[in-house]
């Protein structure tokens, strides 16, 4: 079994920052790449920003600039910090990984968190 857990939600005002962490655990061999996706009341999850093993990131044209992915391999954590607030950055943030569970099963396997709230008041 694997778990994500994703903490550092929560209530702030346009323009403040927030630091989003999510922490796998369980059966873990290794994580290929980790990822923040966030879905706002109505619409669909899209994807916020993306790391590989080897730091390589990508991010949504909406957070360039704004938030900032990282990684500790070593812990099996991602970070997602997030400056400059938009009440539009209002949504469930997700964590996601691609985890392979042993050194004899070399599939990588999608895993999610169950969430975490981020409302940005005007």
């Known amino acids: 079994q694997v778990q994500l857990v994703e903490s550092g939600g929560g209530l702030v005002q346009a323009g403040g920052s927030l630091r989003l962490s999510c922490a796998a655990s369980?059966?873990?061999?290794?994580?290929?790449?980790m990822g923040w996706y966030r879905q706002a009341p109505g619409k669909q999850r899209e994807l916020v920003a993306r790391?590989?093993?080897?730091?390589?990131?990508n991010y949504a044209d909406s957070v360039k600039g704004r938030f900032t992915i990282s990684r500790d391999n070593a812990k099996n954590m991602v970070y997602l910090q997030m400056n400059s607030l938009k009440p539009e950055d209002t949504a469930v943030y997700y964590c996601?990984?691609?985890?392979?569970?042993?050194?004899?099963?070399?599939?990588?396997?999608?895993?999610w968190g169950q969430g975490t709230q981020v409302t940005v008041s005007s």
């Open positions: 369980g059966s873990i061999f290794s994580i290929n790449t």
């Open positions: 996601n990984a691609d985890i392979r569970r042993s050194r004899s099963d070399y599939t990588f396997r999608n895993s």
């Open positions: 790391i590989t093993s080897g730091g390589t990131t």
